[in-house]
């Protein structure tokens, strides 16, 4: 593959993570390492403190997160984290259909940080509701069906905001994670799976074209991008 192969997105690529049947030891591994790939990449940081510490301090009250498709639970950790240290309450909720992910995640359950197997649609159906809905790296792993209910189900499920954060495909982020991934590639998918999902991954006009009305999405550091729309449950 050379990254002049970017130009369309490789939705038929298959993730090797994605197989119910790949190597459960090197793919939890792989949900471990995610922290440290998503600390180094995913601009959370930024995300928090631009969109939702101004939402969750606006409430007034305690407030409940869902990180949906939260895979090892690094970045819900990460937001308590923050939130904490602002003095922020909060009840944080991460959610994974997969009990693989889960069993990464429970190590990080904490008091005010619970863990749960569920996907979209089953929360969903359950009338949960939240006061903001967030994702990582989701997004590129859904094909377009997949793509319409997981942002229709994130607004049904938020009163507030809602952020699906991921890869942006291009090439700069194709050869920065092809060479940066190498020190933490050992014994995951990571290497193989990350330059998938590059290839899977949007550009942000594609995204938005998408996503149709009511979703905006930005493009972040040249290999990221953010898409956003309000909740529309009700309090
Ligand atoms: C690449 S992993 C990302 C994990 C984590 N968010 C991270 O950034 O490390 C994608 C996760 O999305 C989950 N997922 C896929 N479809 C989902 C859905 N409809 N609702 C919730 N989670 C979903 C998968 O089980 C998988 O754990």
Redesign the pocket.
């Known amino acids: 593959m050379t990254p002049g192969g970017l130009s369309e997105r490789a939705e038929s690529l298959v993730e090797l ?1 994605d197989d119910p049947d790949c190597d459960p030891q090197r793919l939890a591994r792989t ?1 471990r390492r ?1 922290g440290v790939v ?1 600390r180094a990449i ?1 601009g959370w940081g930024s995300l928090y403190r631009r969109y939702l510490r101004p939402h969750l301090a606006s409430l007034d009250r305690p407030a409940r997160v869902l ?6 639970g ?2 819900l950790a990460r937001l308590a984290a923050l939130a904490r240290r602002d003095h922020l309450e909060v009840a944080w909720t991460g ?4 009990p693989r ?1 889960l069993q990464v995640a429970q190590r990080r359950a904490s008091a005010g940080i619970e863990f749960r197997r569920a ?3 089953a929360l969903r159906a359950a009338g949960e509701t939240f006061d903001a809905v967030v ?4 997004i590129h ?2 094909d377009s069906s ?1 793509l319409a ?2 942002a229709d ?1 994130t607004r049904a499920l938020s009163t507030g905001v809602v952020l699906h954060s991921d890869i942006r495909r291009g090439r700069l982020a194709y050869g920065l994670f092809a060479v940066g991934i190498t020190p933490l590639a050992a014994g995951t998918f990571l290497r193989t799976d990350g330059l998938r ?1 590059i290839r899977r991954s949007y550009r942000p006009a594609e995204l938005a074209a998408l996503l149709g009305a009511g979703w905006r999405v930005e493009g972040l550091a040249p290999f990221r991008l953010c898409a956003l729309a309000e909740g529309e449950a009700r309090d």
């Open positions: 993570m949900y995610f998503n995913s990180d949906l498709g939260c895979g090892g690094d970045v959610a994974d259909p997969d992910a996907d979209s649609a994702s990582n790296h989701v792993h859904l997949g209910a997981f189900d999902s």
